[in-house]
């Protein structure tokens, strides 16, 4: 599973007057579900009871069953020191350090932190459609092959390569049953550039749905 690296304050919690984010049970329930999930939060510095305690006061016992998977890290000044940046990951955050930022810019994953402003209305629900279509982007590998595998030469990329009405259906209708799977509300527009280039340029498709 893809690691989730979640802040509290700022993320689950407003700072103003503390109190729970809208949706903020839910989200929980979804991210538990389908990420390897670790707090990176001043709350927790290598125990992650310490996190607990402190959601305790804002969620109900159900809630902190789903709170209680969520793993603990330790790091001292930067939060990315904390972070495997090897491995594939998220972390949300409502106010990542500049320096934090520059590492992750250093190792080409500067996109894979997602700012958290609590401020914009039902914020937690937009994230968790971004989350999803990012696991949704993971799960579809989608590869280009020419049609010559019809006629016994072997694969290769070319204009000639065709997708027929039958490989469209069953590549919209995965797609469709994936993106349900993971909670995913819409089609991005880069989803739908991509159905759009794959009509349009009669590729044929050889799509691998990766696990």
């Known amino acids: 599973m893809i690691k989730l690296y979640l802040d509290i304050d700022g993320v689950l919690l407003h700072t103003k007057n503390t109190r729970v984010a809208e949706c903020a ?16 939060t001043t709350h927790c510095k290598g125990d992650a009871t310490t996190a607990q305690q402190y959601l305790a006061e804002y969620f109900p016992a159900e809630v902190m ?3 209680k998977c969520i793993k603990p ?25 500049r320096a934090e930022l520059d590492v992750l810019k250093q190792y080409n994953c500067e996109g894979r932190c997602i ?3 609590l401020h914009n209305d039902e914020e937690l629900k937009s994230i968790k459609v971004k989350l999803g279509m990012k696991l949704l982007e993971r799960k579809i590998s989608v590869s280009f092959r020419w049609n ?21 259906r069953y590549l919209i209708k995965s797609m469709e049953a994936i993106a ?5 509300l819409k089609w991005t527009d880069e989803e739908l550039e991509l159905l759009k280039r794959i009509k349009d ?10 696990e």
């Open 201 to 210: 340029y009669n590729y044929h498709i050889e799509y691998l749905l990766r």
């Open 180 to 184: 349900d799977s993971y909670g995913v």
């Open 65 to 67: 069953e789903k709170i």
């Open 73 to 97: 890290t330790n790091w001292d000044a930067l939060k990315t020191d904390a972070i495997n940046l090897d491995e594939e990951f998220y972390w949300l955050d409502d106010y990542p350090f």
């Open 115 to 117: 700012v958290v402003n």
């Open 25 to 40: 049970a839910e989200f929980i329930d979804y991210v538990t579900t389908h990420f390897d999930c670790y707090w990176l």
């Open 148 to 168: 010559a595998w019809r006629r016994g030469v072997g694969f290769d990329i070319a204009s000639t390569a065709y997708l027929n009405e039958d490989e469209k």
